[in-house]
């Protein structure tokens, strides 16, 4: 019995650490990614206002990020491009110049961006292999600042397909307080 006891937390270690390695894995996919695709459903939730967008994102390496909305109808074909440091919309061909990115100040629009970038050289706080059953199994990570306490400033949680590696879900917390979650569909990377 003793030896039995002693054995259940070597299994949570192994399986903490097989946890970890993926998220380092998929890390190591995701910067060396040349291009990807996907359909996002976003909803922006400012408290006593939400928001709920479709988006289909087009992502190259070296040249931009493109997200063009789909729903709402009324604003369906209004794209955003987002390039290094600025960020344009268009609408039938007419561009409007928004400014540089801002870290402060999160919106719709940067979200893909900031979990994109996350993934990519975020502090990994935490690896959590989750599913199995009647759920599909996928890798959560949580990113934050590596001097952070949990549920404070600024925290991303990000959910991939063990199989794929294809960004699932990503959310965008404040303090605890959710306000940005993407579901991402049909997720394609190169």
Avoid: K
């Amino acid at each position: 019995m003793i030896a039995l006891c002693l054995l259940l937390p070597s299994c949570g270690g192994e399986t903490g650490n097989e946890a970890e390695q993926l998220a380092l894995d998929i890390r190591t996919e995701y910067l060396a990614m040349q291009s990807c695709a996907a359909h996002v459903e976003l909803t922006a939730d400012y408290g006593q206002r939400v928001y709920t967008y479709g988006l289909d994102l087009s992502y190259v390496r070296e040249e931009e990020m493109t997200l063009t909305i789909t729903e709402p109808e009324h604003i369906a074909g209004i794209m955003a491009h987002i390039r290094e440091g600025e960020t344009t919309l268009e609408y039938e061909g007419v561009r409007v110049e928004t400014g540089p990115l801002n870290e402060a100040g999160l919106s719709p629009m940067n979200a893909l961006p900031v979990l994109l970038t996350g993934i990519q050289e975020g502090f990994l706080a935490e690896s959590v292999l989750e599913g199995g059953g009647e759920e599909p199994e996928t890798l959560h990570i949580t990113i934050r600042d590596p001097e952070a306490e949990a549920g404070s400033g600024t925290e991303l949680q990000i959910w991939f397909d063990l199989a794929t590696h294809a960004m699932l879900r990503g959310e965008i917390s404040q303090d605890g307080f959710t306000v940005v979650q993407c579901v991402l569909s049909g997720f394609s990377m190169t």
